[in-house]
């Protein structure tokens, strides 16, 4: 099954409409798409009302595509740990990020507590922090542990080549699924997930992808 669960529009930083990202995900032939635009607190998230309207245009579409069409958010992780979404009513999945986490202690900290929250789908690009990151192996032990007891899946995010592949074994061993994505923000990069694709062959044997 071909999928790209993370995706953003114009509507956030990305720079093309949701039509559009649709009609690439369609010529490239994927089977499903999640559009996953920033929500509140990021410097371009849009509302969650504007969620849920991309969610009743992805509805309006969807009888003229063959792809699958989910439509969700990418909320973010504050410093706290707390996840900046009020409500995940009507939106088909929610993807978590910490954007700038100021070091590896603090992200850390953050996310421990982000996977916990039932309104939380799928932990996305962990260990990205402006392209560097010291991974600390205990908080990955007790990270893995808590989205397996939480049902939280993770992300193979092809933009960023994350996460580690030591981590995504310990993923696998623990039983957590896992999602695909390119963090496409133009229709250039829809479906470019050759890096996530190869790693779930190899590490996950093609077995325990997330589906909403």
Known sequence: MKVDMHLHT???????????????????????????????????????????????????????YRVKILAGIEAEILPTGEVLLESREGLDIVLASFHGAPSEEVYYRAVLRAVTDPKVDVLAHHAWISGRFAPIAQYDDDLVELMATHDVAIELNSKHALPSWDFLQKCKDRGVKYTIGSDAHKVADVGSVAWARNTARHIFKDEGLFMP
Do not use: C, F, Y
Not at 42 to 61: D, P, V, W
């Open 10 to 64: 114009s509507k956030s930083d990305g720079r093309d409409s949701l039509h559009n990202m649709v009609e690439a995900a369609e010529s490239k032939g994927l089977d499903l798409i999640a559009i996953t635009d920033h929500g509140p607190g990021h410097g371009s998230g849009i509302t969650e009302q504007q969620a849920l309207e991309t969610k009743k245009e992805a509805e309006r579409l969807q009888p003229n």
